[in-house]
């Protein structure tokens, strides 16, 4: 089983991920990693912490000569911005946040909670996903995300080749497919800024290159969907995750939803192998277990719930009714939060590739990846 865990504050002095499960004999580049970091830190509408620090990865164990060892992997990413034991508490919840069910639920203080349910903890989770990454890349997996709406504004995907779509967010700086609207979309965030308010929106995530068989329709706590709906909806601000067509497929009948089977005996030895479809409406998912297709997930990410023109709340200490405290937060973080969603998604791929093709060894893999493949031609 390939799994991580996370710890750390957002203003203590570090932020740790411990994989464990990780294959053997895969060649992880630091560099790497710290590109996805540095995504996460960018996009328009951030705030005054992306300025103070410069996330990088420190790998601490589980490698030798750069290469996985089969045991537990412990990255580290530093803060900078290590101040926790000179902060003071919060006395006024704000809404939207745990602040006031975290209190009550472990009898303590806001700063306890917020230090760790901050989405700073992503860090974490991003190097976690680009270790991922270097293990799916020996497949052909690519995982791609990109901003898709921004507040009330829809931005949608262009068509292209990969590069060509990578290249074309690259250049964006709000992550999207679209740079001509990029202009559009920063005044947007702006003017929101200036009356003290935030935006939230959709990203979405594709992943290219999954094979057939991944998860599984047997129980339902391994099927494939139930996982990634789990692990993208785990993430700090996120309230909703569609795969496909997602909330459209209930509006439509059944012969607009569902994806036509065909045959091509040219595409046999592609991940489809030959059972291609006119549509993708199902997200690559079927019955829990991916069909060959390219996996198609986004997810709805409120507004950030730190404003500048506070909503109403109380005071903890008194009961009596006040304005929510304000820490210094972004005006739009929904650039970082493709990032995040994208590498999220990318583990859990690599977790059910894993699960479906062995985990000891690389070259394990690669072999019942190979054999799996001849025999489901055969079928």
Sequence with gaps: ????????????????????????????????????????????????RQRIETDHVNILSGIWHDTTLGSPIALEVPNKDYKLERLDDLPRPRPGHGDLTGAVKFLGSIRGILERASARETAVRVAAGAVAKQLLREFGI???????????????PKSGTLDQLRAERDKSELYTLDVSQDEELKQYIDATGKEGDTLGGVVEVRVDGVPFGLGTHAQWDRKLDGRLAQAVMAVQAIKGVEIGLGFEAAR?????????????????????????????????????????????IRAA??????????????????KKPESASYERSDVCALSAASVIVENVVAFEIAAAMVDKFGGDSLAEMKARWDLFHEMARQR
């Design 142 to 156: 690519t995982a791609f995300g990109y901003v898709v709406e921004l507040g009330d504004r829809k931005i949608p």
């Design 301 to 318: 990410k409120k507004p950030i719930s730190t404003l500048r023109k506070p909503l109403d709340s109380i005071n903890l200490d008194t």
């Design 252 to 296: 439509r009948p059944g012969s607009q939803v569902h994806d036509p089977i065909h045959y091509d005996a040219d595409a046999a030895l592609g991940p489809t192998l030959g059972y291609t479809r006119p549509t993708n409406n199902a997200g690559g998912i079927e019955a829990g277990m991916t069909n060959g297709q390219p996996i198609v």
């Design 1 to 48: 089983m390939l799994r991580y865990w996370t710890a750390g504050e957002s203003h203590g002095k570090t932020l740790i991920a411990l994989i464990d499960g990780f294959p053997a004999g895969v060649q992880l580049e630091t560099d790497s990693v710290n590109v996805e970091l540095r995504r996460r830190q960018g996009g328009y509408g951030r705030g005054g």
